[in-house]
T-cell receptor, first 111, second 118 residues
Framework: GQQVMQIPQYQHVQEGEDFTTYCNSS?????IQWYKQRPGGHPVFLIQ?????EVKKQKRLTFQFGEAKKNSSLHITATQTTDVGTYFC???????????FGPGTRLSVLP | AAGVIQSPRHLIKEKRETATLKCYPI?????VYWYQQGPGQDPQFLIS???????DKGSIPDRFSAQQFSDYHSELNMSSLELGDSALYFC?????????????????FGPGTRLTVT
């Protein structure tokens, strides 16, 4: 079945440093979604990428979808303590009737 | 804005007991997804419903069943509970459950129900 992998599993950065997490799917995705889950919280939708090579920005966050639509990345510039959490990518299967989540990258930001 | 409501928020059960988790989607959302998240793990898809019909099934044990009612709320019924069922159970809802031209609908997650089986 479809598998979604993410690296790194954990990342500790100093506040102000940049952070990148990478997501790879075993199959071509029609789209990819990114979610953030704060400690003790629930996943919150960040963005969806649909087009091959698409790049979207949300303030300090930059999301990219690979040309082959099998990989994606999330880059945070100048991290802040509010960025702490686990970032998941998720790909749809079965025409969107279910989603496969990556294992997530847990980000810690040291003040 | 209204969010997804889940009840109860916390539940403690003993082995072999049954549990029912409830989910109230955002008004007008017609699709509900159930996920199980173990400590330090990613959400694992269990089952989804679109317009009150089961639309897909994931890694849901046979001991579990779920349904979506006419008012679109959903219930996850869990029987013969095992220690390994202890986890956070999230419900998510979306407006529309099918991809359209490669675009999926974003899912709004509820706060989750923490189930502890002792």
């Amino acid at each position: 079945g479809q598998q979604v992998m993410q690296i790194p599993q954990y990342q500790h950065v100093q506040e102000g440093e940049d952070f990148t997490t990478y997501c790879n799917s075993s199959t071509t995705l029609s789209n990819i979604q990114w979610y953030k889950q704060r400690p003790g919280g629930h996943p919150v939708f960040l963005i969806q990428l649909v087009k091959s090579g698409e790049v979207k920005k949300q303030k300090r966050l930059t999301f990219q979808f690979g040309e082959a639509k099998k990989n994606s990345s999330l880059h945070i510039t100048a991290t802040q303590t509010t960025d702490v959490g686990t970032y998941f990518c998720a790909g749809p299967t079965n025409y969107g009737q279910n989603f496969v989540f990556g294992p997530g990258t847990r980000l810690s930001v040291l003040p | 804005a209204a969010g997804v409501i889940q009840s109860p928020r916390h539940l403690i059960k003993e082995k072999r007991e049954t549990a029912t988790l409830k989910c109230y989607p955002i008004p007008r959302h017609d699709t509900v997804y159930w996920y199980q998240q173990g400590p330090g793990q990613d959400p694992q898809f269990l089952i989804s419903f679109y317009e009150k019909m089961q639309s897909d099934k994931g890694s849901i044990p046979d001991r579990f069943s779920a349904q979506q009612f006419s008012d679109y709320h959903s219930e996850l019924n869990m029987s013969s509970l095992e220690l390994g069922d202890s986890a956070l159970y999230f419900c998510a809802s979306s407006l529309g459950g099918w991809e359209l031209a490669g675009v999926s609908y974003e899912q709004y997650f509820g706060p989750g129900t923490r189930l502890t089986v002792t």
